[in-house]
């Protein structure tokens, strides 16, 4: 790993206080490690420039988890179903917290063991039909058990 002064002279930054200062100041609106990491990142720039390469953007892979079984897509539905429009956040923030309602269950519990709160984020319930009973309720009939959204 380089240091600051490693980066600069690789940069073509003179040694000087003067030229040092001049180079650092571009940065200055920033707090603390945002100041620092602005100017390495120029620094890192700036010899790639001078080396003729150019720097690689990171690439982000999205992660993979295994698809839920049936007994936890059915858990996640009827957590659903108890909680309404706003479930996964409800889930989320027990899991993250441990707060309450304490109704996750093991099921979800051990889905948030193996999967984690940023899988909960990208799932998606199966589209479920709808149809209505004769009491004025809607029944929902479980298509699509097993397929998420990736």
Same mark, same amino acid.
């Given at each position: 790993?380089?240091? *600051? $002064? =490693?980066l600069e002279r690789n940069a073509g930054i $003179? &040694? &000087?206080n003067a030229e040092r200062t001049a180079f650092w100041l571009r940065f200055h609106h920033l707090e603390g490690k945002a100041c620092l990491d602005a100017g390495v990142a120029e620094l890192k720039r700036m010899i790639a420039e001078r080396n003729g390469t150019e720097l690689r953007a990171a690439k982000h892979r999205r992660q993979q988890w295994p698809a839920p079984s =049936? #007994?936890?897509e059915a858990a996640l539905q009827a957590y659903a179903? /108890?909680? !309404? /429009? /706003? +479930?996964?956040? *409800?889930?989320? #923030?027990? +899991?993250? !917290? $441990?707060g309450p309602p304490y109704d996750d269950g093991g099921i979800l519990r051990g889905l948030r063991n193996t999967h984690g709160p940023t899988w909960l984020q990208s799932y998606r319930l199966p589209k479920a039909v709808f149809r209505s009973? &004769?009491? !004025?309720?809607a029944a929902v009939s479980h298509v699509g058990i097993g397929k998420s959204e990736e």
């Amino acid at each position: 790993m380089a240091t *600051i $002064g =490693d980066l600069e002279r690789n940069a073509g930054i $003179g &040694s &000087s206080n003067a030229e040092r200062t001049a180079f650092w100041l571009r940065f200055h609106h920033l707090e603390g490690k945002a100041c620092l990491d602005a100017g390495v990142a120029e620094l890192k720039r700036m010899i790639a420039e001078r080396n003729g390469t150019e720097l690689r953007a990171a690439k982000h892979r999205r992660q993979q988890w295994p698809a839920p079984s =049936d #007994d936890q897509e059915a858990a996640l539905q009827a957590y659903a179903a /108890r909680h !309404g /429009r /706003r +479930w996964k956040s *409800i889930l989320s #923030d027990v +899991w993250m !917290g $441990g707060g309450p309602p304490y109704d996750d269950g093991g099921i979800l519990r051990g889905l948030r063991n193996t999967h984690g709160p940023t899988w909960l984020q990208s799932y998606r319930l199966p589209k479920a039909v709808f149809r209505s009973q &004769s009491d !004025g309720n809607a029944a929902v009939s479980h298509v699509g058990i097993g397929k998420s959204e990736e």
